[in-house]
């Protein structure tokens, strides 16, 4: 099966994080550093971020030669992953836009792909919509994957979520993604944002939930978009089109009703009482245009796809359940069988 | 205040133009600003190998320095950095540079920075990731930090209006 986190060919793997301590502390270092003729040199390169609520991002990405085999990733190292909770706490890979940048990345190159960070808007920038992800000037097939957006400013300055704009005839794809309570300027606070000159970029949104979004969910001037198994609660509209805009709906929800496990802690995941997203979904495992199996969490999406970055599964963890079994004496002592559920003692 | 400036300390040959950039990607040159950061600042390990780090005084605020020095790109496709530091002047304000041993891709040489606190986050990590003071050429003195001051004014070039500035600057004009 397919997961939605592709991996380039022959990766050269560089490791980050803005504290120090790794091989790069700067997004710009590296980025400039691996600009190279990848094709030539039959290699991707990969950065694997730490844990840390990183302060980077204006991060430019252009001018390395690359193809569908060799290419740059951005993701995070083994075990640093997120939980599926855009938490920006500095427990998972965040990067936070500063006070006076417009976005963390501009993605001006081919088959650049971002997996599993959480972006985190919080900047004055006063010169148009400050975003997370710009995938920009004639990018094409570029992949964002697992990816949540959050903002939890109120400047009264217009931002997006996750935005594609300009791609020349290119597809983008957002696979698994979340974008919540953008909510700082009602007219122009998006999730998911496409802008491009004209109709024929087509732009891929798959299994992304937006919610709390004070304008728009989903929202297209121009691009032609598909969205697949996509979630669109409590925000000011749904799925917007202007110009020659359109966006083709397969199996999404506007209803307002699925239930999430925890909305006041941004715990997206479906909750076991939902029956709105769950099982409601198109199985994209044989996708002609961008095939996986997983889900926000990297679990494997079962026959019956839900709608949403979350495939539903029972949540146990230390604070729900208890299952510590007083097994036996010893010594004259109890003891206990601590049981691991989902690497938490319990 | 002080900050530290990640400078490319060799030219990097330019794409040719093809579909995705129709004027050729221009790639870093010796003397391009890459990265700013506060002093002191903990480099990666490939970063202090890579690139040359230079300290600078500024009164400007740190966000809108970074900005500055890292984006406004005008002209994507044309222009990689907007902002270089000229070697020759640098060479002036710090006689004892060795500028052979700023281009040997095969040293680590970093006479701005002191080398205790350039390799501390290193030191015990252990494995691959271990970096020494042995392995890094601070100068004469490598527990000397040198900085240049906020008022030389030949030293960073605006690749965009092609004129010289002051750190300060590069957000006043």
Same mark, same amino acid.
């Given at each position: 099966m397919a997961s939605s986190r592709k991996t380039g060919t022959s990766e050269n793997v560089s490791t980050y994080d !803005? &504290?120090?301590?790794? @091989?790069? !502390? &700067?997004l710009t270092t590296w980025e400039q550093a691996t600009d190279n003729d990848l094709v030539t040199a039959t290699q991707s390169e990969v950065l694997e971020c730490y844990a840390g609520a990183h302060a980077d991002g204006n991060l430019y990405v252009t001018g390395a030669t690359i193809s569908s085999s060799y290419m740059r990733i951005i993701r995070p190292a083994s075990?640093?992953?997120?939980?599926g909770i855009p938490k920006t @706490?500095? !427990?998972?890979?965040e990067f936070h836009l500063s006070s006076t940048a417009q976005y963390i990345f501009a993605i001006v190159e081919n088959y650049f792909k971002v997996q599993d960070i959480v972006t985190k808007i919080n900047s004055s920038?006063?010169?148009?919509e400050s975003t997370t992800f710009n995938i920009w000037v004639n990018a094409g097939y570029v992949e964002v994957v697992g990816c949540m957006a959050i903002d939890s400013d109120s400047d009264n300055k217009p931002h997006v979520g996750h935005y594609t704009g300009d791609m020349g005839n290119n597809p983008a794809y957002w696979i698994n993604c979340m974008v919540m309570n953008i909510t700082s300027v009602t007219s122009t606070g998006t999730g998911f944002f496409t802008w491009a000159a004209d109709t024929d970029p087509d732009v891929y949104w798959y299994n992304c939930t937006a919610k709390d979004c004070a304008n728009a969910a989903f929202s297209s001037s121009n691009p032609q978009c598909l969205a697949k198994n996509c979630i669109s609660q409590?925000?000011? !509209? @749904?799925f917007v089109t202007d110009g020659g805009g359109a966006i083709t709906q397969t199996t999404c929800t506007s209803a307002d009703t699925v239930t999430f496990r925890n909305e006041g802690s941004d715990d997206l995941h479906l909750a076991? #009482?939902? #029956? #709105? &997203?769950?099982?409601?979904? #198109? @199985?994209?495992?044989?996708?002609?245009i961008f095939a996986f199996d997983d889900d926000i969490d990297f679990k494997v999406r079962t026959t019956d796809w839900d709608i949403g970055f979350d495939q539903y599964s029972p949540h146990l963890d230390a604070n729900s359940i208890n299952l510590r079994t007083t097994a036996a004496k010893k010594n004259g002592t109890d003891t206990e069988n601590i049981k691991k559920i989902n690497g938490n003692n319990v | 205040m002080k900050y530290e400036l990640a400078i490319a300390v060799a030219d990097e040959q330019d794409t040719s133009p093809n579909d995705q950039y129709p004027n050729g990607a221009k790639r870093k040159k010796q003397g391009d600003i890459i990265s700013v950061r506060p002093h002191p600042w903990n480099w990666g390990r490939k970063e202090i190998d890579q690139y040359l780090i230079v300290i600078i005084n500024s009164d400007i605020d740190y966000e809108e320095l970074r900005v500055e020095l890292e984006t406004n790109r005008t002209n994507p496709e044309d222009i990689k950095n907007k902002y270089k530091i000229d070697f020759t002047e640098l060479k002036k304000l710090l006689p004892e540079l060795d500028m052979e041993k700023v281009e040997d891709k095969n040293k680590i040489y970093q006479p701005f920075k002191k080398a205790t606190q350039l390799v501390e986050k290193f030191d015990g990590i252990g494995a691959n990731h271990a970096l020494g003071t042995q392995f890094v050429d601070c100068g004469d003195d490598s527990e000397k930090e040198k900085d240049l001051p906020k008022t030389v004014s030949n030293l960073i070039y605006n690749k965009i209006d092609k004129n010289f500035k002051k750190i300060d600057e590069v957000i006043s004009g």
């Open positions: !803005s &504290a120090g301590g790794k @091989d790069y !502390s &700067a075990g640093e992953e997120h939980k @706490d500095g !427990s998972c890979v920038y006063n010169g148009g409590d925000n000011g !509209s @749904d076991n #009482t939902d #029956t #709105t &997203a769950n099982g409601q979904g #198109t @199985d994209l495992s044989g996708d002609a | -």
